[in-house]
């Protein structure tokens, strides 16, 4: 296409939008190098593609979400080696993403986003990750708890509890949400010690939220 710009300088002018008053205005540079060249990372050795979508998560018109979660996968795909330290970040963005977008079934979405969370990495983390990572759990509990009740989204929910005190388990609210789940699927003894766990929590300074004093007096039994 004659006048067509190249991929280095839609690259020059996303960052350097990127990095002016409007950051958001260097989304349709962005968009434009992904419809052209593809948002895949082995190609995008400047950042540009992940940065693009963390400026669409952030942005959040209509079709954004879903374009973010699109570029992140891409970018995750094939992910250049001086990128790997930002890796979980693109994973963030991801997930994330995945929490937000509405749309019917998206408990399969919602499963994806548990998968990056695992890939995000485990228990000992450093603490930025392991922050991000319960910001994603956090967004696919409330997404799940949104959802129509079933065995799946049951079985989800567990999933997402578990891990949820395994990276917080100083969170009283966690345990009683794992308590709670627990209980609705029949685990009812392993429901009951993550309610005592959460009561124990709620004595401490460390434990957050979740309990009230009248619950207290109901779980406490």
Same mark, same amino acid.
């Given at each position: %296409?004659?006048?067509?710009?190249?991929?280095?300088?839609?690259?020059?002018? !996303?960052?350097?939008?990127?990095?002016?008053?409007?950051? !958001?205005?260097?989304?349709? !540079?962005? =968009?434009? %190098?992904?419809?052209?060249?593809?948002?895949?990372?082995? =190609?995008? $050795?400047?950042?540009?593609?992940?940065?693009?979508?963390?400026?669409?998560?952030?942005?959040?018109?209509?079709?954004?979400?879903?374009?973010?979660?699109?570029?992140?996968?891409?970018?995750?795909?094939?992910?250049? &080696?001086? %990128?790997?330290?930002?890796?979980?970040?693109?994973?963030? @963005? =991801?997930?994330?993403?995945?929490?937000?977008?509405?749309?019917?079934?998206?408990?399969?979405?919602?499963?994806?986003?548990?998968?990056?969370?695992?890939?995000?990495?485990?228990?000992?983390?450093?603490?930025?990750?392991?922050?991000?990572?319960?910001?994603?759990?956090?967004?696919?509990?409330?997404?799940?708890?949104?959802?129509?009740?079933?065995?799946?989204?049951?079985?989800?929910?567990?999933?997402?509890?578990? $891990?949820?005190?395994?990276?917080?388990?100083? @969170?009283?609210?966690?345990?009683?949400?794992?308590?709670?789940?627990?209980?609705?699927?029949?685990?009812?003894?392993?429901?009951?010690?993550?309610?005592?766990?959460?009561?124990?929590? %709620?004595?401490?300074? &460390?434990?957050?939220?979740?309990?009230?004093?009248?619950?207290?007096?109901?779980?406490?039994?």
């Amino acid at each position: %296409m004659a006048g067509a710009r190249s991929r280095d300088e839609l690259a020059r002018l !996303f960052q350097e939008t990127v990095q002016g008053a409007d950051p !958001f205005a260097a989304v349709d !540079f962005g =968009l434009e %190098m992904a419809e052209r060249f593809g948002a895949d990372g082995e =190609l995008d $050795t400047g950042g540009c593609m992940a940065t693009l979508a963390s400026l669409l998560l952030n942005r959040e018109q209509p079709g954004d979400v879903a374009r973010a979660a699109e570029t992140s996968r891409a970018v995750l795909a094939n992910l250049p &080696a001086e %990128m790997e330290s930002s890796r979980y970040r693109v994973q963030y @963005d =991801l997930g994330v993403a995945l929490t937000k977008i509405e749309e019917h079934g998206s408990s399969t979405l919602l499963e994806e986003a548990l998968t990056v969370v695992d890939a995000m990495g485990g228990a000992g983390n450093d603490a930025d990750r392991a922050e991000l990572q319960v910001e994603v759990l956090e967004g696919v509990y409330n997404a799940l708890v949104r959802s129509p009740q079933h065995a799946p989204v049951h079985a989800l929910t567990e999933r997402t509890c578990r $891990t949820l005190v395994q990276l917080a388990p100083g @969170d009283a609210k966690n345990n009683m949400n794992l308590g709670a789940i627990l209980c609705v699927v029949g685990k009812v003894e392993d429901g009951l010690l993550s309610y005592r766990a959460a009561l124990e929590l %709620m004595d401490k300074p &460390a434990g957050r939220g979740g309990v009230t004093a009248a619950g207290k007096g109901e779980l406490g039994g």
